[in-house]
């Protein structure tokens, strides 16, 4: 007899790969799942009134001010002029901070008295909380929208900056040397290879830029003058109206995510030669 | 084969016409003290091919910078078809240890972008077929559409040949080409390398570290000392073209192979 007589037959498995029950369900299913999970928990506390209403309202009465916001925006009502201003804020800072941002990245990571001189200026101001620039933004500009723009455009600069500067340091030795070698300006260099060599690292700095232009725009705001849902969810907090605060937040929270997804789309469509060219989007 | 008669000492410039000239080039940088280039002298005939083979930092990556026209020298001449180099030309065709093709280009738009570079846009696209006979020369027929990160390594290398080949250059600096391929893919390469070069008649320099690549494919290796770099002998390599991978179990090849290895040892740097 030899060691193997039972070659015929299929060994017994007794060790296979197991795959775990996250790995199984949809990411829709999962989403929804933990949605659900979560507005229980909240029905839960809401429930046993550990916590006072005025503090935390209950889900259904959030869902019905939620509906009632919905249709003053979709009416035309006093909301939707003040998302609208909202906006307008927003799409100028951000306007404002990337072509600021981008200008200055490449003043950094194309030039040496940009590396040497105007770097450190950068990371020092970088460095400050800039919401606490807001009083001097309200006493420059008024309380008209112009401080809320400032304010928005002054956040969002700063991550365009450093992700263009950081992309124009992608292009490697190589493909340095081959633009060299094929005589080209630095015009070229930069349009034609370092730029869209630097585009993921831009996009990073974008999509973390559109999110800082709305935290601006609404800080603004708060501080004073606004007209905009900012102002809006200051009046409903004042009034103690938390189910209104809370549906005001989740129309902002939209107007962030489409910003944001635009970037996401735009980013698709001319970095689709890059791996990474889908995070932050949901699905592939 | 089609490809003229060539004896071995074509690289020697006995015979054939000379095409690149490297008189007394030196090379020191000032700022650091560094003498990184001592005195080399070179002739490329037309059609040889030349190896240059030493140790890291003796200055080869420095000697080819200044033959490419991006380093000038501190002391000498460079020579390319009877005119001074002074600042890359199109008649130098260079390539690199990575292809460094860009993926938003099609493997044809990243191989006409030298004539995109120095002619525009509309010179670019009239090598549209150019660039096609140049893909079907290295065996990437019909890969004209396909984007970069669809390729292998060597597909890739070979593109950078087509890239290379464009501009019609005289000569050809070659940097470690295949260095980042596997062994199998290399070798390969290499005797792919060969037919292109003798189909082309083309002038070839190759910078490498692998003594049996430089002697299968060379007319000429150089062996360089380490800094200040210049060349301490030039080994003849008298084997029949076309070269086989066959003839790397040749005895004379291991001749070669030992001579250039003894020449590296006795510099004590290996």
Known sequence: MTAIDNTDQRPETIWSEHVSFMDRIPRTIAMAGLLVGFVALWQLIYTIGVVSPIILPGPWETGADIVFVGKNLLSGGYMLTALWITIKEVIFGFAIAITIGFLLGVLVGETTFGERAVLPYLVAIDTMPKVAFAPLFLAWLGFGIASKVALAAFIATFPIVVGTAAGLYVADENARMLFKTMGASRFQTLFKMKLPLGLPQIFTGLKIAAVGVMAGAITGEFLGGGKGFGELIRVASSQLNTPRVFSLIIFLSLLGLTLFWSVVWLEKKLVFWHKSSVSGGIGT | ?270
């Open chain 2, 1 to 270: 084969m089609n490809a003229p008669q060539r004896s071995a000492f074509d690289g020697a410039g006995l015979a054939g016409r000379p095409v690149y000239e490297l008189r007394g080039v030196a090379k020191s940088y000032a700022r650091r003290s560094i003498h990184a280039l001592d005195r080399v002298d070179l002739t490329l005939t037309e059609g040889s091919f030349s190896s240059v083979i030493g140790p890291s930092g003796c200055g080869k990556s420095t000697l080819l910078k200044i033959m490419a026209g991006v380093l000038p020298p501190t002391e000498g001449s460079v020579y390319l078809e009877g005119t001074p180099v002074t600042g890359t030309r199109r008649d130098i065709g260079m390539m690199f240890q990575q292809a460094t093709l860009f993926p938003w280009r099609t493997t044809l738009e990243n191989i006409v972008l030298p004539i995109e570079i120095r002619d525009g846009k509309k010179a670019a696209r009239a090598m549209h077929d150019e660039a096609r006979a140049l893909l079907d020369l290295v065996g990437l027929k019909g890969f004209d559409a396909v984007r970069p990160n669809e390729l292998s390594g060597g597909m890739a290398q070979r593109a950078a040949i087509c890239r290379m080949l464009i501009t019609k250059p005289a000569v050809l600096l070659l940097d470690e080409p295949f260095s980042a391929l596997d062994e199998l893919s290399r070798d390969f390469m290499n005797m792919e390398l060969q037919r292109i070069c003798m189909e082309r008649n083309a002038t070839a320099f190759l910078v490498t570290h692998s003594i049996p690549e430089a002697v299968i494919l060379s007319d000429t290796v150089y062996v360089m000392s380490p800094r200040p770099g210049s060349f301490v002998e030039a080994i003849k390599i008298d084997l029949p073209r076309p070269r086989t991978l066959d003839m790397m179990t040749d005895p004379k090849f291991g001749e070669y192979v030992r001579r250039i290895r003894a020449r590296l040892d006795k510099g004590a740097f290996l």
